[in-house]
């Protein structure tokens, strides 16, 4: 996936970018923006040593950007289901006589927060093996 963007700023290896949003973002509000914002800031891998003001173009790879779209909303999604059908069955094998269905409904809702939970407390590890970042592949002139 290749986008565009010009440099702002640089620091080592890691250049920082103003990036307009994409039209096939819409407004899913996944990257923070919003829909009353039309630019974004990220980082973005270095290779080619651009120089602040340098318009780029960027590419992050799709396995990878699959992989961390994966990581961020379907992992949480199935702890989600899991919980409510685990403590269904749970309750339901328990002849619990209470709201089965609210009761997993707040399992299921506990679930996928410590889902969020852990995929929050492992981002810096993530980041940091800037394998799903995305990477400056040369200057626009």
Same mark, same amino acid.
């Given at each position: 996936m290749k986008q565009s963007g010009v440099v702002i700023e640089k620091k080592g290896d890691i250049a920082y970018l103003n990036m307009q949003r994409h039209s096939a973002c819409g407004s899913c509000g996944a990257c923070g923006m919003g829909s009353e914002k039309s630019s974004m800031k990220i980082e973005a891998i270095n290779k080619?040593?651009?120089? $602040?003001?340098? /318009?780029? *173009?960027?590419?992050? *790879?799709? =396995?990878? %950007?699959?992989? @961390?779209? %994966? +990581?961020?909303?379907? +992992?949480?999604? =199935?702890?989600l289901l899991i919980g409510v059908i685990l403590s269904n069955k749970l309750l339901s094998t328990?002849?619990?006589?209470?709201?089965? *269905? !609210?009761?997993? /409904? $707040? =399992? &299921?809702? =506990?679930?996928? @927060? &410590?889902? /969020? /939970?852990? !995929?929050?407390?492992? *981002?810096?590890?993530?980041?940091?093996?800037?394998?799903?970042?995305? !990477?400056?592949?040369? +200057?626009?002139?």
């Open positions: 080619i040593d651009a120089n $602040i003001g340098d /318009f780029v *173009e960027v590419d992050i *790879e799709t =396995v990878d %950007f699959m992989k @961390a779209a %994966f +990581i961020i909303y379907t +992992i949480p999604l =199935v702890s328990l002849n619990y006589s209470g709201n089965i *269905e !609210v009761i997993s /409904f $707040i =399992v &299921g809702i =506990v679930f996928m @927060a &410590g889902a /969020f /939970f852990i !995929v929050k407390l492992n *981002e810096k590890r993530l980041r940091n093996s800037k394998k799903y970042m995305p !990477v400056i592949t040369s +200057i626009i002139k």
